[in-house]
């Protein structure tokens, strides 16, 4: 409701304006002289026209926006209108967009999704729509983004890329989406006020690919020193972005102050008292202020009072307790939560606290320090595991339906959508449901489109949908027309990579061709699952049923896209057939055996890299670019890179990256990781395999960290445009595998 009443107080300031442009934007005749309340437009539907010019600029004069007052119902889209004349109501501007998605998706039969679309496939005039349909939210929020986005998305993305990616948010139903860009701000300016210099601050806080991780309390100056600049810089884009979503009717949601300071805040705060949170996967942590002693309130009071100038008005703030083993110490963890709520209803009354649903967090104890009616738990596990009883176990507070469908943004293909489309409505009917929105929380975005276009759905659907018939019209939509075999394509990727069960993992497995190289490697990712989750054969079936495809579908970038990703997924699982057989050559001291073998994994790694490269959302060089672009001189651009780099690699220095098992976390089959981090170890590798069997000797060791680390510091520059002809390398895909 908080969100709703921000949004009808910001109105009531803009209709004396609306009265007078109403006519002109939606299509809507004022009131005679203008003035009469009731013809007055509820909201400006603006932002949404120009989210559809950008999103849609061929088509969008053929749309008129209405915007209309939301019902204690919540959120709805309606839908009409003739042939070239379609009409959307909505209760926001991004609802009208949400109605806009759904018009494209349900009536002209296209897609735009994250990433790749079809809307090439329009026709000049589009359809008209029979009758009215009408879809009405079946939660109140509809959350995205996890924690760790920004640094495994692309901390050093531009305004224009978060833009477009908030657009498709909103196409999709999004209403709530976490902004961290710029969270170090208010701590920066904040903490100047209580004994800390700015240089001091500076290094205190990581570089942007790595203050996810800060902001969860569990490390600090990785990547740094940040400049100046560079916090004024990113303070102002977070602002920039904060400001679309407001102008869209959506939350954003920002960070909140729990009590993460640097280090000797109490030797420099008398009454002040920290608790030492010890290390998180090989990192110190920062310490916690104790919420319920006096300073919290100053210090809290002040990060608000900052981050309100730079980053306007929010009802909903994030914050974790004691996140991934913190430990509260003496401290009663009741009265600190209690205080932590406090301090953030001082300065937003009536704010939302959202947490994490991760692990054992939120605890029973935590919760039973708050206002629960107030709190928001966006659950990272309902599609994990079996047996879950978030109603019982959370005691009635509201919570959303969450997955973490990649970790590290892995470039792996599929997602548990059974357990979706079995479980949500379940959940939400229960007599005792305390389910209020969902949770789109995959640690990367801007990979796996079915997945995000299925789950956003889910909250926009009165009754529970059918996953079979739901991926065959994504098929028919995805490319822009109804064709057998891209049904059959994804017809087996459904019983494939996005047939996931609970019980154990949320996420596919990753590649064995970006893991460290060993005769036993079972997973990239110290956390990553360590067997096939599917049968394999599905992906490579669907491979062949995709390039059978109509040549005139063909040339849709969502084909294109899909056609490099399921390839790329059919290699990939070839890995996990080879190795097996080449450990098998060596140990039986097969020479020529394991070199046959050898050749085939490193050709595939080879083709691997052409593959990837022929699409640019698989090229490392933009990432790289990126980095280096927020750079103001040639020291700060070297430092930006090395935290772009290590994030995907090494992750951290040698004790996190190999004792905390961080290293590879991040593991993606991008042109550039896989020609010059993961196939020349796998090279190397073989090599001195090759002359152990070749000798009788044991094989020469090799610092794999210290190979990693020396790319991480490097500073080639990779392509930022595709080359190759993807169709034709996936073609060479399907020869490679003996496709039929």
């Known amino acids: 409701m908080g969100s709703r009443l921000i949004r009808r107080c910001r109105n009531t300031l803009v209709v004396a304006v609306l009265a007078v442009v109403t ?197 600090s100056g990785f990547g740094g020193p940040v400049s100046e600049r560079l916090v004024e810089a990113r303070a102002a884009l977070g602002g920039r972005i904060a400001g679309h979503l407001r102008a869209l009717g959506m939350t954003p949601v920002l960070p909140g102050f729990f009590g993460t300071v640097p280090p000797d805040f109490a030797a420099r705060n008398p009454g002040a008292v ?99 009616s107030r709190v928001l738990i966006v659950d990272g596990l309902s599609d994990r595991y079996e047996g879950l009883d978030r109603e019982s176990q959370w005691d009635g507070t509201p919570y959303a339906f969450g997955s973490i469908a990649n970790f590290g943004g892995h470039t792996s293909l599929g997602a548990n959508t059974g357990v979706w489309t079995d479980r949500f409505h379940a959940w939400l009917t229960r007599s005792d449901s305390a389910l209020r929105g969902i949770a789109y929380l995959p640690e990367g975005t801007g990979g796996n489109p079915a997945s995000f276009d299925l789950f956003t759905e889910l909250a926009w659907e009165p009754g529970p949908v059918d996953q079979r018939d739901w991926f065959a019209a994504y098929a028919a939509r995805r490319y822009g027309g109804a064709d057998p075999h891209a049904a059959a394509a994804w017809e087996q990727l459904r019983l494939g990579p996005y047939s996931g069960a609970s019980g154990t993992w949320s996420e ?61 997924q059919a290699l990939t699982n070839r890995g996990r057939f080879l190795l097996p057989r080449i450990r098998a050559a060596y140990e039986g001291k097969d020479l020529e055996g394991f070199r046959v073998l050898v050749r085939e994994w490193n050709a595939a790694e080879e083709l691997l890299g052409r593959l990837v490269a022929s699409d640019r959302r698989f090229l490392l060089g933009p990432w790289l670019a990126d980095a280096r672009s927020w750079g103001a001189d040639e020291e700060e651009r070297d430092r930006l890179e090395y935290d772009a780099r290590s994030i995907l690699t090494t992750w951290a220095d040698r004790g996190p990256s190999e004792s905390g098992g961080l290293r590879d976390y991040a593991n993606r089959e991008w042109a550039g990781l896989v020609q010059d981090v993961y196939g020349p170890r796998w090279a190397a590798y073989f090599a001195s395999l090759d002359t152990a069997l070749v000798r009788g000797a044991a094989p020469a060791a090799v610092d794999w960290f210290a190979r990693d680390d020396a790319w991480a510091h490097g500073r080639q520059v990779y392509p930022t445009s595709p080359v190759g002809d993807p169709v034709a390398l996936a073609g060479e895909v399907g020869a490679a595998l003996s496709l039929s």
């Open 23 to 219: 006519a002109a934007v939606t299509g809507v005749p004022a009131p005679p002289g203008g003035t009469a309340s009731a013809a007055v437009p509820p909201f400006d539907p603006g932002p949404a026209r120009a989210g559809l010019e950008r999103l849609l600029p061929s088509r969008a004069a053929q749309f008129t926006l209405i915007p209309v007052e939301e019902p204690d119902s919540g959120d709805y889209f309606s839908v009409s209108g003739r042939a070239g004349a379609i009409q959307v109501r909505g209760t926001s501007p991004a609802t009208l967009l949400t109605g806009v998605g759904w018009y494209l998706e349900r009536v002209a039969g296209v897609d735009i999704g994250w990433p790749g679309d079809s809307v090439g496939r329009l026709p000049v005039t589009l359809p008209a729509v029979s009758g009215t349909v009408t879809r009405s939210a079946n939660v109140p929020h509809r959350y995205a983004l996890n924690d760790t986005d920004e640094g495994y998305s692309g901390a050093y993305r531009d305004f224009a890329s978060y833009q477009r990616d908030i657009d498709l948010m909103a196409l999709h139903g999004v209403n709530e989406v976490f902004v961290p860009t710029g969270a170090e701000y208010p701590y920066y300016r904040a903490l100047q006020g209580f004994g800390y210099d700015a240089a001091e601050l500076r290094a205190w806080i990581p570089g942007p690919a790595h203050q996810a991780w800060w902001l969860l309390q569990n490390m």
């Open 274 to 372: 920290t608790v030492p949170q010890g290390r998180w996967v090989g990192f110190a942590r920062p310490d916690w202020l104790d919420p319920t002693g006096p300073v919290f309130a100053e210090l809290a009071a002040a990060y608000y009072r900052v981050q309100r100038h730079r980053f306007g008005d929010s009802d909903m703030f994030k914050m974790d307790l004691l996140h991934e083993g913190g430990t509260p110490g003496p401290v009663d963890v009741a009265r600190a939560a209690e205080a932590v709520q406090r301090a953030l209803d001082t300065a937003r009354p009536g704010a939302t606290w959202v947490m994490l649903g991760w692990q054992n967090n939120p605890s029973a104890a935590l919760l039973s320090g708050v206002d629960r």
């Open 508 to 568: 596919p497995q990753d590649s064995l061709f970006t893991a460290r190289p060993s005769l036993t490697a079972a997973r990239a990712a110290r956390w990553s699952p360590t067997a096939m989750r599917y049968e394999a054969g599905t992906v490579e079936r669907a491979l062949s049923e995709l390039l059978k495809v109509a040549p005139e579908l063909r040339s849709s970038d969502a084909y294109r896209f899909d056609l490099v990703d399921v390839a790329r």
